[in-house]
């Protein structure tokens, strides 16, 4: 145990984790582990517990026992979300602003701040935004419609298996496209060229049809069609697209690094930290993560939604976000992808705190929803 926290909570390593998702590790581990003390295959725990207590959602309370290892997480009404100052700063100084001859970051800023302002301005979950296809961004022959164009989240890719849609400025798709097609082919070229899917643990060798369906190579040579909806985020990961003859030539997914293999999900956190940490140097004291640009999101069209009930902003706010008579709530669940309408209650107090800041922070906030690339 403690070997696996020296490489999930060391800030260095690559492998590191935010406290919130090591904690969760913890409880499916100390599950494994209490599965296996009852089963009779251990005679003890690998770790030492202690006594909590805890509040039952029916206001009782109960004491638990849980591994030490757990850590303590900050006041989420503290670290939810960031003002969209904040994130401009976390974005150019942080993402954005090379250090000396640090070439190999610099090489990927592009990349990086195209993909935060896509998660910021859409809501997208890690695991949804990680994974896109190259093919499941909009081509430049539809930037000619809406200033908002539609990307459709296959079940497979969201965490509550249910399809959704999420809209992207023409402004973030014009960078995207950017990085697809003058940025990502040299990463392409290396992939090819060093034969870099041998690197990969079982990687899945597929061939393109349509967005909706795929045809896979079996381990006896075969190829057979499948459905992408069905695909989960990691095996998203692992699909490299094939000519017509079989030959490898690119990972499915956008997302790559220098060398053109799949970028892990995981990385795009060490990026996030290593990015706050220079706004930390630079006196912007901030704890960012990918999860966060998702709340801030949440946060603000929040405050948007409702803004559109009132009339100054039936023209301003964007028409595809719901009718004037739809709860902001619910519509906002819509967006999310929310199971619950109660894991969405959350973002209520954080927009009803941001009031004061109403005309400013929501001008700049319909700005990055429907600017178009000039």
């Avoid at 896979?216 to 998203?236: N, V, Y």
Wanted: glycine share 6%; hydrophobic share 40%; net charge positive.
């Amino acid at each position: 145990m403690r070997g696996f926290r020296e490489v999930r909570r060391n800030p260095l390593s690559s492998s590191a984790v935010l406290a919130p998702t090591w904690n969760r590790q913890l409880v499916a581990i100390e599950k494994l582990y209490n599965w296996a003390l009852e089963e009779k295959l251990i005679t003890e725990l690998p770790y030492r517990l202690k006594q909590k207590l805890i509040h039952l959602p029916d206001r009782r309370s109960a004491i638990v026992e849980q591994s030490t290892a757990r850590e303590g997480v900050r006041d989420a009404r503290e670290t939810l979300y960031l003002t969209l100052n904040e994130y401009k700063f976390f974005r150019d100084v942080g993402l954005g602003r090379s250090h000396g001859t640090d070439f190999k970051r610099s090489r990927n800023v592009a990349r990086n701040l195209v993909f935060a302002d896509l998660l910021v301005t859409t809501g997208l979950r890690l695991q949804e935004g990680g994974a896109l296809f190259a093919e499941e961004i909009p081509q430049r022959a539809a930037f000619d419609g809406p200033n908002q164009l539609p990307i459709r989240l296959p079940a497979g890719l969201t965490k509550g298996g249910v399809e959704r849609t999420v809209r992207v400025s023409q402004s973030v798709l014009h960078r995207l496209r950017n990085y697809i097609e003058i940025e990502r082919p040299h990463a392409v070229s290396k992939f090819r060229a060093r034969k870099k899917w041998m690197d990969m643990e079982h990687p899945i060798f597929c061939r393109s049809q349509t967005l909706k369906h795929m045809e896979i190579k079996s381990d006896e040579g075969q190829w057979r069609q499948i459905a992408t909806r069905h695909l989960r985020p990691g095996e998203r990961m692992r699909m490299i697209l094939c000519n017509q003859d079989g030959d490898p030539q690119e990972p499915a997914i956008v997302w790559l690094t220098e060398t053109g293999l799949p970028l892990e999900l995981n990385s795009w956190e060490v990026a996030f930290r290593r990015a706050a940490d220079r706004c930390n140097q630079a006196g912007a004291v901030m704890h960012v993560h990918p999860h966060k640009l998702r709340h801030t999101f949440a946060v603000h069209m929040l405050l948007m939604l409702r803004a559109r009930l009132e009339m100054e902003w039936r023209e301003v706010v964007p028409k595809g976000y719901g009718s004037i008579t739809e709860e902001p709530l619910r519509t906002l669940q819509r967006l999310l992808g929310h199971a619950s309408i109660s894991t969405t209650e959350r973002y209520a107090g954080p927009a009803n705190e941001m009031l004061d800041v109403l005309p400013e922070d929501l001008v700049r906030f319909v700005n990055l929803l429907t600017e178009t690339h000039t």
